[in-house]
């Protein structure tokens, strides 16, 4: 049950909390001709080898919790020093844009304190790179496997052509294995950052509303959140968190920026939020 008011947004435009340097239009500029070489690169791997058996064996792999136990906070500072190779926006280490998402929304909604955990750790299911997987597996854009790609994943699904469920018909159609209106919580994502630390979360100790579990789990599903694609998959509960998906998402796009927060000051009232809302040592 939700647990969580409805959208009140109290910043009209997201230029109150981006960078004045940079206009909206200039985030998520992924032009082939533009685009650094590392992101092309990233993704060219991410649509060859996201599968639906793969999926499966990530599932598997990660969903056994069995490769660290520590708090959330120390999860959060292993990525003090981690880039993401895929995102054209910034070139901070993860800890870094984490705080900077969670302090655009304790300006925004101040009232808000799940919200604000929600922008601190959504990213912290990076730490999969760390522990050595490809960051075509960690990192960047999300999208439904079982199933035809919309034409709205980044680079136009150009990449797809090598992969091999887009010759099976059945993982190819554009049902796939679901059915209609199945709901997201049955649809398999492609893996990565945000799908482990949703099922992290789901397997231990947490009180975060289903609006920020959301968050966690569909922040890099922009096909959905920004193109209105796979709306044939969504249920009822799926459209009605689908307003606080965009919310967060104004946060963690136009939030990013070279400035640094003050992390040494912010963390003593972000720790007691995250042990407020996911407490204890966490198996990972």
């Given at each position: 049950?939700?647990?969580?008011?409805?959208?009140?947004?109290?910043?009209?435009?997201?230029?109150?909390?981006?960078?004045?340097?940079?206009?909206?239009?200039?985030?998520?500029?992924?032009?082939?001709?533009?685009?650094?070489?590392?992101?092309?690169?990233v993704y060219t791997a991410m649509h060859k080898n996201q599968t639906y058996a793969f999926v499966k064996e990530k599932m598997s792999t990660w969903c056994k919790f069995d490769h660290a136990q520590m708090t959330m906070m120390e999860a959060l500072d292993m990525l003090s020093a981690f880039i993401d190779e895929c995102d054209p926006d910034v070139d901070v280490p993860n800890a870094v844009h984490a705080y900077q998402t969670a302090e655009g929304i304790r300006k925004a909604h101040p009232d808000k304190e799940?919200?604000?955990?929600?922008?601190?750790?959504?990213?912290?299911?990076?730490?999969?790179?760390?522990?050595?997987?490809?960051?075509?597996?960690?990192?960047?854009?999300?999208?439904?496997?079982?199933?035809?790609?919309?034409?709205?994943?980044?680079?136009?699904?150009?990449?797809?052509?090598?992969?091999?469920?887009?010759?099976?018909?059945?993982?190819?159609?554009?049902?796939?294995?679901?059915?209609?209106?199945?709901?997201?919580?049955?649809?398999?994502?492609?893996?990565?950052?945000?799908?482990?630390?949703?099922?992290?979360?789901?397997?231990?100790?947490?009180?975060?509303?289903?609006?920020?579990?959301?968050?966690?789990?569909?922040?890099?599903?922009?096909?959905?959140?920004?193109?209105?694609?796979?709306?044939?998959?969504?249920?009822?509960?799926?459209?009605?968190?689908?307003?606080?998906?965009?919310?967060?998402?104004?946060?963690?796009?136009?939030?990013?920026?070279?400035?640094?927060?003050?992390?040494?000051?912010?963390?003593?009232?972000?720790?007691?939020?995250?042990?407020?809302?996911?407490?204890?040592?966490?198996?990972?």
């Amino acid at each position: 049950m939700s647990t969580a008011a409805a959208v009140h947004v109290q910043l009209e435009d997201p230029s109150d909390f981006r960078p004045e340097h940079k206009d909206k239009t200039d985030f998520r500029d992924f032009r082939i001709h533009t685009v650094p070489e590392r992101v092309i690169k990233v993704y060219t791997a991410m649509h060859k080898n996201q599968t639906y058996a793969f999926v499966k064996e990530k599932m598997s792999t990660w969903c056994k919790f069995d490769h660290a136990q520590m708090t959330m906070m120390e999860a959060l500072d292993m990525l003090s020093a981690f880039i993401d190779e895929c995102d054209p926006d910034v070139d901070v280490p993860n800890a870094v844009h984490a705080y900077q998402t969670a302090e655009g929304i304790r300006k925004a909604h101040p009232d808000k304190e799940w919200l604000q955990v929600a922008g601190l750790i959504h990213d912290v299911g990076k730490i999969m790179a760390i522990w050595g997987e490809p960051q075509w597996c960690v990192v960047g854009d999300t999208f439904p496997v079982g199933c035809a790609p919309s034409k709205h994943i980044v680079f136009d699904a150009q990449f797809f052509n090598d992969n091999p469920d887009t010759n099976d018909p059945k993982l190819s159609s554009k049902l796939g294995v679901y059915t209609e209106n199945c709901g997201l919580e049955n649809v398999l994502m492609s893996w990565g950052h945000d799908e482990y630390l949703y099922r992290v979360l789901k397997a231990n100790t947490c009180h975060l509303p289903d609006e920020a579990m959301y968050a966690v789990r569909f922040h890099s599903f922009y096909p959905w959140h920004m193109s209105g694609d796979y709306m044939y998959l969504c249920n009822n509960k799926d459209l009605e968190m689908l307003p606080w998906v965009n919310e967060f998402n104004k946060f963690d796009l136009y939030t990013k920026c070279p400035d640094m927060p003050d992390i040494d000051t912010l963390r003593e009232y972000y720790s007691k939020l995250v042990d407020k809302y996911v407490p204890g040592k966490l198996k990972w």
